[in-house]
């Protein structure tokens, strides 16, 4: 790192505080959504909703450390009005922080997704295993070619709902809680 990025001082701890209990209600709702759609039994999808909970949540901190010492002075002062007193001083960066919401449920969908195929390829015991393979014809190479296109399409669909569903219930905790 540069030496002229300035390390925060003051963690938001209350912002990481609620990042756990948000990450505490997801893991629950993905677990489910990856053992009903695509199989898993449910110690094992319990392990992947925890796994790519915890690595998105500390690799989104982890930009956000990185990121904030970057912005302007005007945004970094919104955001820590919000951060530390939960209000702001203009629309305008209601409409920011909106975008930016955006912009992390996709970043977030995305980065568990690629989290997820890491875990899937690390893990799986067939791809450890160098077995002899028998030839095979050009019909079957396609066909299990469409069948790995398959179960990537699913994968992605999967995690989808699994995000969208656990940030719908955030989202609806975080309503509910509000003033």
Same mark, same amino acid.
């Given at each position: $790192?540069?030496?002229?990025? $300035?390390?925060? /001082?003051? +963690? ?5 505080? +609620? ?17 009903? =759609? ?5 110690? /094992? !999808? /319990? ?7 915890? +690595?998105?949540?500390? &690799? ?19 955001? &820590?009005?919000? %951060?530390? @007193?939960?209000? +702001?001083?203009?629309?305008? /960066?209601?409409?920011?922080?909106? @975008? ?10 995305? %980065?568990?997704?690629?989290? #997820?195929?890491? #875990? ?20 079957? =190479?396609? =066909?299990?070619?469409?069948? #790995?296109?398959?179960? !990537?399409?699913? #994968? ?9 569903? !656990? ?9 509910? !809680?509000?003033?």
């Amino acid at each position: $790192m540069p030496e002229n990025w $300035m390390l925060p /001082t003051v +963690f938001p701890f209350g912002g990481i505080l +609620f990042d756990f209990l948000f990450v505490l209600i997801a893991i629950p709702i993905e677990a489910y959504v990856l053992n009903h =759609r695509l199989k898993f039994d449910k110690k /094992t !999808s /319990t392990f992947y909703a925890i796994s790519i909970n915890l +690595f998105s949540s500390v &690799i989104g901190w982890f930009v956000f450390f990185v990121a904030e010492p970057l912005l302007p002075i005007q945004v970094r002062a919104e955001l &820590i009005n919000y %951060m530390f @007193f939960n209000n +702001f001083k203009s629309s305008n /960066t209601q409409a920011l922080l909106i @975008f930016t919401a955006f912009i992390i449920f996709f970043a977030t969908f995305l %980065m568990k997704f690629f989290i #997820l195929r890491v #875990l899937l390829f690390s893990l799986n015991e067939t791809f450890a295993k160098k077995e002899e393979e028998l030839p095979v014809s050009q019909r079957r =190479r396609w =066909r299990n070619f469409s069948n #790995l296109k398959l179960q !990537s399409n699913n #994968l992605v669909i999967t995690i989808l709902i699994a995000n969208s569903l !656990s940030y719908t219930a955030i989202t609806i905790i975080l309503l509910f !809680s509000a003033k």
